[in-house]
C-alpha cells in the first residue's frame, strides 16, 4: 500500500517541480531586452574571465606605456585615461550589478509570497482535516464537509503563482 503514495507523491513533486521550471522560464522571456542585457552584463562581470580580460588589458596598457616597445609611443604615459576608463566602467558595472539586484530582489519576494501562500493553505487544509476528524469521530455535521472534496485535490503551483502576479500587478496598477 505504501508504494502507490509514493509513486503518486513522486509525480505530485514532479508536477509541482515542472511547473516551478515553466513558470521560470515564462518570466524569462517575459523580461524586457534591457533587463536581459544587464543581467548579460552582471553575469560575465561577476566572472573569472572578465578578471583575466581586464587583468591582460592593464598588463599591456601599463607595458605600453612605459615605453617597453620602442616601436609602440605612450599614450597614457601618466595613466590618466587608464584611470577615467575604469572610473567610467565602474559606474556601468555598478549600475548593470543594481539592476541585476533589484530583479533578484523582485524574484526573491515573489517566493516569499508563494511561500506564505502555500503556508496559509497548510494551515487552512490542516485545520479542515482535524475538524474533520473531530466531527466524524463525533458524528455530527459541519461546513467544512462541503470543502472536503476540494481539500483532497493537489494545488496547482502554476495558478498559483499566477494569481498572485495578476493581483501584484492589480496593486501596482492603483
Avoid: C
Avoid at 513522486?10 to 544587464?38: C, G, M, P, T, Y
Avoid at 605612450?74 to 566602467?89: C, H, K, N
Avoid at 455535521?141 to 498572485?164: C, F, G, H, R, Y
Wanted: hydrophobic share 45%; no cysteine; proline share 5%.
Amino acid at each position: 500500500m505504501a508504494a502507490p503514495q509514493s509513486a503518486d507523491m513522486q509525480s505530485v513533486l514532479h508536477n509541482n517541480i515542472q511547473a516551478l521550471v515553466d513558470h521560470r522560464r515564462e518570466q524569462e522571456q517575459h523580461r524586457a531586452f534591457q533587463d536581459r542585457i544587464a543581467g548579460v552584463i552582471s553575469r560575465f562581470a561577476g566572472s573569472m574571465a572578465f578578471v583575466y580580460l581586464h587583468l591582460a588589458i592593464l598588463i599591456v596598457w601599463v607595458v605600453l606605456n612605459l615605453g617597453a616597445i620602442p616601436a609602440i609611443p605612450p599614450w597614457d604615459p601618466s595613466f590618466v585615461i587608464l584611470a577615467m576608463v575604469a572610473s567610467v566602467e565602474a559606474i556601468f558595472l555598478s549600475t548593470f550589478v543594481l539592476i541585476n539586484q533589484n530583479r533578484m530582489a523582485e524574484l526573491s519576494e515573489r517566493r516569499a509570497e508563494l511561500d506564505l501562500q502555500i503556508s496559509l493553505l497548510n494551515e487552512h487544509e490542516t485545520t479542515r482535516l482535524i475538524e474533520t476528524a473531530l466531527t466524524e469521530r463525533l458524528k455530527v455535521s459541519t461546513p467544512a464537509d462541503d470543502e472536503l472534496p476540494q481539500l483532497a485535490q493537489n494545488v496547482d503551483p502554476q495558478a498559483v503563482m499566477s494569481q498572485i502576479e495578476q493581483v501584484s500587478k492589480n496593486q501596482t496598477k492603483r
